[in-house]
């Protein structure tokens, strides 16, 4: 290892390596010999803006979670991540994706088994927002009285993504990042552990989510594959035998969530979130 | 430019162009009331999504100003080499954008946490200082004729506020960028504000040089004809330690080696930056007012190179004129 790779090296670790452990007490003894004393108070301002950014990062792409356990909590929750899970990329919009892994398995939250869910959900919400643009082709439709629809699929939203949860979670986002459904309604549900599954998808610049039924989820699951519109009716069909496809076509169209009819090959526009 | 696009501020005067960080709380601010600006500048990581409204609002300010692309991310200082990734995002926005310059730093933050070379790489979010040694100068060299020759044109690299000092040394930091800028055809951004940050935490630490003093010779060891872009903000003194936290107004004192920057440099594109407690825009403009007054005495081209770099530190002929070639070509 050359001599800078080793300066960088031990710099990264006395900076990321969690406070208190063996590797970080290493990791800062090396640098005290690297760099003109003194160092504490320079590393330490170091540190500091690192913690101020992921909790600002962290905070802006999980504004319920962060809700949910108060400022503080998710304050140290993000300093703690930033230690265990530290960005991989110099763009810390992508850093967050293994948030809903780490809540899952802290078990201070175990009080909040909802946590990661959420955190999934708002996941799906923050990649939406940034997942490329996509305009609707009304005329496209065409094709679905024109062509074989087991040679045809749907063009989804930018950010298109369904999340299932053990408990209403597009519900509890909605409470908290708007009016409806009132808070009190979701608590209970939350109580009885009612399961959701979370769509996710993006409106003109706007990130959504809300709840959807399982012939629905079904449906969207194949066409986000990419597979033929035929394929996503029998899985919607299997799922809920009372699917209504035409009904649930004309509200996708009008939510922006479907943006037109292609070719079974063509990629859609959605991302996997 | 659009018809109803505002008038750039230079045009009624002989100063440099004065221009102001874009940020979150004056997206709409801006685009609405559109004010007398040169350019505007804005982090190039914030809007490395392929799609979505902050795509759409950069495009938006975009058409009614020269946008100055700024990086903080590119870790062009890092011994394991720059992210591919980071690189292909960089490309796709100033493909995307056509900005008037391309910036980021001489720091790192992208490394391996530990020796196993399995155990993958990390960015450390910040940016983190790198020695003034000639390993570290080679490893710059490369990284910014990997960008530059990627982006095919020249870049400007700024100068850090550092809170950590590296024992090991072979040049002065203003040595270490007129090498960078000779080598590699690339230009600098002088951080005004930054090198005062630098003077004041080495006299808390025992330095004896007066701060304005030691500035004043950083700024005149400096190759004033590379200089593409200078950078004012404000900081805090914590008693202990002062940090470049851009919360506040330039202090008197940058102000003053602005005056003397601007002097030997010119009338180079001058940015006002206020990422922490980002006040209303007035404030901003008000300080974009201030360096362009400031800046209307200061010569349009650049005086002759002074002082330590072109007495001690002269390129040879050849080698200049292969790094000035490889500037041409990128620039094309």
């Known amino acids: 290892m050359s001599t800078l790779a080793l300066q960088q090296q031990t710099l990264l670790g006395a900076l990321l390596r969690g406070p208190g452990n063996q590797a970080a007490r290493d990791a800062q003894a090396r640098l005290q010999s690297l760099v003109l004393e003194p160092s504490s108070r320079g590393l330490a301002a170091y540190r500091a803006n690192g913690h101020a950014l992921a909790e600002r990062a962290l905070g802006a792409a999980f504004p319920v979670v962060r809700a949910l356990v108060g400022d503080d909590s998710f304050g140290a929750l993000a300093r703690a991540f930033w230690h265990r899970h530290p960005p991989q990329r110099g763009d810390l919009v992508c850093w967050g994706s293994d948030l809903p892994g780490f809540l899952a398995d802290d078990p201070q939250l175990a009080d909040v088994p909802y946590l990661a869910d959420t955190a999934r959900v708002e996941w799906a919400l923050h990649r939406a927002a940034?997942?490329?643009?996509?305009?609707?082709?009304?005329?496209?439709?065409?094709?679905l009285t024109q062509q074989d629809p087991g040679a045809l699929t749907l063009r989804l939203a930018p950010g298109t993504a369904v999340v299932r949860s053990s408990f209403p979670v597009a519900s509890l986002i909605n409470a908290h990042l708007g009016d409806a459904p009132p808070m009190s309604e979701v608590a209970a549900r939350l109580h009885h552990r009612e399961a959701e599954q979370a769509l996710v998808w993006r409106r003109a610049m706007r990130p959504l989510t809300r709840p959807c039924e399982t012939g629905e989820a079904a449906l969207l699951d194949v066409l986000l594959h990419r597979r033929s519109?035929?394929?996503?009716?029998?899985?919607?069909?299997?799922?809920?035998p009372g699917f209504d496809?035409?009904?649930w076509l004309t509200q996708a169209v009008r939510d922006g969530?479907?943006?037109?009819a292609c070719p079974g090959d063509e990629r859609t526009a959605a991302i996997q979130p | 430019m659009t018809a109803t696009a505002p008038m750039p501020a230079s045009r009624s005067h002989r100063g440099p162009d004065v221009g102001i960080g874009w940020r979150h709380p004056h997206y709409a601010a801006l685009l609405e009331r559109r004010p007398a600006m040169d350019f505007i500048e804005v982090h190039s990581e914030n809007f490395f999504v392929p799609g979505g409204a902050a795509l759409a609002v950069l495009r938006e300010g975009r058409a009614l100003y020269p946008v100055s692309l700024h990086g903080v991310g590119l870790s062009l200082g890092s011994a394991c080499g720059v992210d591919p990734w980071h690189l292909d995002q960089l490309a796709q926005l100033v493909d995307a954008i056509d900005p008037v310059r391309?910036?980021?730093?001489a720091s790192f933050a992208r490394g391996a946490l530990d020796s196993d070379p399995g155990s993958g790489l990390v960015h450390g979010t910040d940016l983190l200082p790198i020695p003034f040694t000639r390993e570290a100068l080679d490893v710059l060299c490369a990284n910014v004729q990997q960008v530059q020759e990627r982006l095919r044109r020249p870049i400007a690299v700024e100068n850090l506020s550092a809170y950590l000092r590296w024992?090991?040394?072979?040049?002065?930091?203003?040595q270490f960028l007129a090498e960078l800028t000779r080598r590699t055809g690339c230009q600098l951004l002088v951080d005004v504000n930054n090198i005062f940050v630098n003077a004041l935490n080495a006299q808390l630490w025992g330095d004896g040089a007066d701060p304005l003093d030691a500035c004043r010779?950083?700024?005149d060891a400096i190759p004033a004809d590379r200089v593409a872009e200078i950078h004012l903000a404000g900081h805090i003194h914590c008693g202990d330690i002062v940090i470049d936290d851009h919360?506040?107004?330039?202090c008197p004192e940058v102000w003053s080696l602005y005056r003397h920057a601007i002097g030997r440099f010119g009338a180079v594109p001058t940015l006002i930056e206020w990422d922490t407690d980002v006040p209303p825009l007035a404030v901003l403009l008000d300080e974009a007012a201030r360096a362009r007054a400031a800046g209307r005495r200061a010569p349009r081209t650049p005086v002759a190179t002074t002082g330590a770099v072109a007495a001690g530190a002269a390129p040879a002929r050849s080698l200049q004129a292969r790094a000035d070639l490889r500037s041409m070509e990128l620039a094309r």
């Open chain 2, 167 to 174: 024992r090991d040394a072979d040049l002065g930091e203003p």
């Open chain 2, 247 to 250: 919360g506040s107004r330039v």
């Open chain 2, 217 to 219: 010779a950083w700024l």
């Open chain 1, 245 to 247: 496809f035409s009904v």
């Open chain 1, 257 to 260: 969530l479907v943006l037109g």
């Open chain 2, 102 to 105: 391309v910036s980021d730093h």
């Open chain 1, 130 to 143: 940034g997942a490329p643009d996509a305009d609707a082709d009304p005329a496209s439709f065409a094709l």
């Open chain 1, 229 to 240: 519109l035929v394929s996503a009716l029998d899985a919607a069909l299997a799922t809920n």
